[in-house]
């Protein structure tokens, strides 16, 4: 096999791998890729380091999330790293679990300029459908270590409403 035969043959490969890949990560985690928009605050003519920088971030990420039925109750985990808790929203939707949250730019030096930024900053809203109906009252929220776990109830019926979030 000549150079130019093992060079393609390697390229192909490693076309294969990549195409797999990217197959894999739109069915299984589609449905976590999730648009951040940029806050548009007022207060000067001038904009901010922190809204330069939220402007100029990712908009797109991933918030996975796990699901898990059990006899008694739907768990829902879900990645949201760098949030504060009071900007965690949580609504049980048509049988939906809808968490919407912000997540604001936290710098640790005012000096220096950024050279890459792949963290989304802004605000953001997942909806996750639910295996079976719940019982949004008595519904239980934890965050912890950009970890939001939120322990929902089943019941035959649902009403739908706000979740208060823990911290631990």
Not at 30 to 36: E, I
Not at 62 to 73: F, H, I, K, Q
Not at 115 to 121: P, S, V
Request: with cysteine; aromatic share 4%; charged share 30%.
């Amino acid at each position: 096999m000549s150079t130019l035969e093992q060079l393609r043959s390697g390229l192909g490969r490693a076309w294969d791998q990549v195409t797999e890949g990217w197959r894999q990560i739109r069915e299984r985690a589609g449905q976590a890729l999730t648009q951040f928009n940029p806050i548009h605050r007022t207060g000067g003519d001038v904009e901010s380091r922190d809204a330069l920088v939220e402007r100029s971030a990712s908009r797109w990420a991933l918030l996975a999330a796990d699901v898990l039925e059990n006899p008694d109750e739907v768990v829902v985990k879900m990645e949201v790293p760098g949030l504060e808790p009071g900007n965690i929203d949580i609504q049980v939707i048509n049988d939906h679990l809808v968490i919407r949250g912000e997540k604001q730019v936290q710098r640790e030096s005012r000096d220096g300029r950024y050279h890459m930024l792949e963290c989304a900053y802004g605000a953001f809203e997942r909806a996750i459908p639910l295996p079976a109906a719940v019982d949004d009252a008595r519904a239980n929220a934890q965050y912890r270590n950009g970890i939001l776990r939120v322990t929902l109830p089943k019941v035959a019926g649902a009403r739908g409403g706000r979740i208060n979030v823990r911290i631990d």
